[in-house]
């Protein structure tokens, strides 16, 4: 890297401290979409769960996709970016921050599904154990009581993991602003100075960080996906899917990383920062990902297929040549077969082609979700009670409403703080390049 | 001794003449949802009469299963509700408490036998069903989870007036709303814990076989049935 | 604190720090006296050698509290529970374990938050002087209190190497 310290500060600053123009209508067509979804979300509140598609025997759909979707996209960031600060990986410098934030909102956007998906959303509190006039503690049997803990602890140290290397950053903010904003930064950076002990106590608070977000970060997708496994559903009642779920949450975490690192560098300007080796690297990364889902899903689809049992086999064709064979046909496209070759040749595997991939993989891994959870549900024991599934405008408005709020969010989050941290970027100056 | 209430289904007498169904929705207050949402497989019935054909024309057969809550003893539906909403009761049923539900729909997707039923609003009924609300059952406000109970109110006044009485539980008392209107008497009540019972018996009976007996959910309704059936397709 | 005041160098590059640093260990100071603020970790440089922090046997301590706390939530609610549950266990290890181990992990990161933030003297203590300029990639360099005597040697040598801070 060419760049000299004051270069690396001014281009980094430059989004906070003079925030571009064109953002401002982007922010408002986001807000508005986002408030056409809490309208909806409002809207069924007053009226009831009723007005989502939902209904017997498929008694949860979108809603409960988009939880385990966010929850996956979550797996981006933190995980990701604790893997490569301890694996000491340079090209990791530019890109981890980005990453935490993923983790952060994400895991904020996916936490409010089950609120949503409740059937009285206003008693979602008698989950959590407190003394009550109930007499009643949660039964901690449930895998919800388990999601409940998991998705709390990784909440709160994914906030810690994003908010640590960021106190540096906002003293440095703090320095270079006036006025409220200048009272804000300096509440953010805690009364940072930037002692040789303070930085040394901070890296070693981020190192024990990163090895204690991996074991939570697994932890949370293995407990949403034994919400499924725990249940004698045809194919949810299956050993495969801890390892199953949490692959694809690395695998659509990468993606969602990818696209967003690529509105910033146009965004922002960050050219010079988020440069093709990361994507390349994080491209590499998507491709082994990309291999070990396909293998997930080969084991899973061989291992029912050969075992013919009769509840399970009628779920698997229902996929493979059912209603269903489109949306599986092209979740396997998207999920394998373009990113396969946009990822593995060396020539395609640009900026535009990572991105091109990571839109496929997002898309794809969303229908997965929804595939695992649909079919196996409209086609439970009875035939006589099997089912179908439909959403209405609600779930699709509040599905629709949370990429633009995580779109939103994001585009704030740059707007306030630096996207790319300085101070870790300013370290690796005096780094040999590897 | 407490008691185990079960049930046994005579699949060779079920005519599927349906009165069970009509006789627990009025008993229980189970709302009657309307065409539309009827349509959307959104119906309450605690109790259903499965059908399936079997058998080409001229030739064709139709076979009836009424199927309600199984009331299992290895539950699925219990341990995943995090509320403790769907429980188990000393007398082995598969309680539902109503004021705890918060309508996860957690239990409803667990159960095997897709009997549990869900107020996705809150229930109305056509005039003039709203003058023949049964005062012993609470009606179910919007967003909870409900299910057969076995008539628990049935069972539990029984048991009060027996206690009255000071004596023990007579046969053929206490006697859920679908078993007390069945023509054929292809459904039977009783105390399993009791040996000389008559569920107790039919039971015992080598007709006799539980619904999804391989999930191993123990369920405490035997179906009674003179040839072998193994489902819709053979 | 009255007599004893601070004394700081601003210092514009690397050898100016190190030049400082040497001032204040010849001026019979001990290394861990010194203080140096800047922008950026200066790990490379031999004035950054710390002692080495105790943190992670803290953290596992806070990871076994959390974990106790867990168990103790799960195993002492579900005894004291009021529900009948017609013989079906309430106590179960393979679930409860689950939740210890989520607590686990929040105790240990809750305590790496607040070692953090205790021994890096933020939010609770903080009357260090402070410059904006260590934002513009100066390094300030100092002791936090010295004696008068001390200082106007120090403040001698500092002339040297950049402006003073007091």
């Known amino acids: 890297m060419a760049q000299t310290a004051e270069q690396i500060q001014r281009d980094l600053l430059r989004p906070v401290l003079d925030p571009s123009r064109r953002a401002k209508p982007v922010i408002a067509g986001l807000a508005l979409l986002v408030l056409a979804g809490f309208s909806a979300w409002m809207y069924q509140m007053y009226t009831g769960i009723g007005v989502a598609g939902i209904r017997r025997p498929v008694f949860w759909g979108f809603y409960i996709t988009n939880f385990v979707f966010w929850i996956g996209i979550s797996h981006a960031g933190t995980l990701i970016s604790a893997i490569l600060r301890l694996s000491n990986a340079t090209w990791r410098r530019p890109i981890t921050r980005c990453a935490e934030v993923i983790t952060v909102f994400a895991l904020l956007i996916g936490a409010m599904f089950p609120l949503i998906h409740l059937g009285r959303p206003w008693l979602a509190f008698w989950l959590a154990p407190y003394p009550n006039q109930r007499g009643l503690w949660p039964n901690y049997r449930s895998p919800l009581l388990w999601d409940f803990f998991a998705i709390n602890t990784y909440l709160i140290g994914s906030l810690i993991f994003l908010l640590l290397p960021l106190i540096p950053d906002c003293a440095l903010l703090r320095d270079n602003v006036t006025g409220w904003r200048n009272k804000l930064y300096s509440l953010l950076s805690l009364g940072w100075r930037g002692t040789q002990k303070q930085w040394h106590r901070l890296e070693a608070a981020m190192h024990i960080m990163a090895i204690l977000i991996i074991p939570v970060a697994v932890s949370v997708h293995t407990i949403v996906s034994w919400d499924f496994a725990m249940t004698p559903v045809p194919m949810w009642h299956s050993t495969i899917f801890a390892p199953y779920f949490v692959a694809g949450a690395i695998f659509s975490g990468i993606a969602a990383l990818i696209i967003a690192m690529v509105f910033l560098r146009s965004s922002l300007h960050l050219e010079e920062y988020l440069r093709p080796e990361c994507f390349d690297n994080l491209g590499k990364l998507l491709l082994v990902m990309s291999l070990l889902w396909f293998y997930f899903l080969f084991a899973e689809r061989l291992t029912t297929w050969y075992g013919n049992a009769r509840p399970e086999i009628a ?120 | 001794m407490s008691h185990c209430w079960g049930m046994a289904v005579d699949l060779d007498r079920c005519t599927g003449c349906g009165a069970c169904v009509i006789a627990c929705q009025a008993e229980n207050n189970v709302p009657t949802v309307g065409e539309e949402a009827a349509q959307k497989s959104r119906t309450m019935h605690w109790i259903r009469i499965e059908r399936y054909y079997e058998g080409e024309f001229p030739n064709p057969r139709v076979r009836f299963r009424p199927v309600l809550c199984q009331q299992c003893d290895n539950a699925p539906c219990e341990p995943v509700c995090p509320t403790y909403a769907s429980y188990h009761t000393s007398e082995g049923l598969n309680g539902q408490v109503y004021n705890r539900c918060i309508g996860t729909r957690y ?86 814990n009791d040996p000389d019972s008559e569920v107790s018996r039919l039971a015992r009976s080598p007709r006799g076989a539980k619904l999804l007996s391989e999930l191993g959910t123990q369920p405490k309704i035997t179906y009674l049935q003179r040839d072998s059936w193994d489902g819709p397709n053979s | 604190m009255s007599s004893a005041r601070g004394i700081f160098v601003l210092c514009s590059e690397p050898d100016r720090t190190e030049r400082a640093v040497n001032a204040l260990l010849s001026a019979g100071l001990p290394m861990s006296d010194i203080i140096v603020i800047s922008s950026e970790p200066l790990e490379r440089y031999r004035f950054a050698e710390l002692k080495k922090v105790r943190m992670p046997w803290l953290v596992v301590c806070g990871a076994v509290l959390g974990g106790m706390g867990g168990f103790l939530l799960t195993s002492l609610t579900q005894k004291g529970l009021a529900i009948r549950t017609g013989g079906m266990p309430v106590l179960t290890l393979w679930t409860d374990g689950i939740v210890t181990y989520e607590l686990t992990m929040l105790g240990a990161i809750l305590t790496t938050i607040v070692v953090f933030l205790v021994t890096a003297r933020l939010v609770f203590r903080n009357h260090l002087p402070y410059d904006p300029q260590v934002s513009q990639g100066k390094v300030m360099v100092g002791i936090a209190s010295a004696p008068d005597a001390l200082r106007d040697k120090i403040a001698e040598m500092f002339k040297a190497i950049g402006e003073i801070r007091e």
């Open chain 1, 315 to 434: 779920v698997f064709w229902l996929t493979q040549r059912g209603p269903y064979r489109h949306l599986f046909w092209v979740m396997v496209g998207c999920n394998f077969v373009l990113p396969f070759p946009l990822l593995a040749i060396k020539k395609l595997r640009t900026i535009a082609g990572t991105f091109l991939a990571s839109v496929a993989v997002v898309i794809g891994m969303w229908i997965e979700r929804y595939l695992i959870i649909v079919p196996s549900l409209s086609h439970k024991f009875l035939p006589y009670a099997w089912g179908t599934y439909r959403p209405t405008w609600v779930e699709i408005t509040i599905t629709a409403a949370t990429f633009c709020g995580m779109a939103l969010l994001y585009l704030l989050f740059s707007e306030v703080v630096p996207v790319v941290s300085i101070w870790e970027l300013k370290a690796g100056l005096r780094e040999p390049v590897r």
């Open chain 2, 107 to 192: 239990c409803a997707n667990a159960c095997p036998y897709t009997v549990r039923t869900f107020n996705f609003f809150n229930p109305v009924w056509d005039k003039p069903l709203h003058l023949q609300l049964n005062p012993e059952v609470s009606v179910r406000q919007i967003g909870v989870m409900e299910k057969c109970t076995f008539c628990i109110q049935r069972i539990k006044a029984s048991e009060i007036q027996a206690k009255a009485e000071n004596r023990a539980l007579r046969e053929g008392e206490p006697v859920p709303a679908c078993v007390q209107s069945c023509p054929p008497k292809a459904l039977v009540f009783g105390d399993l």
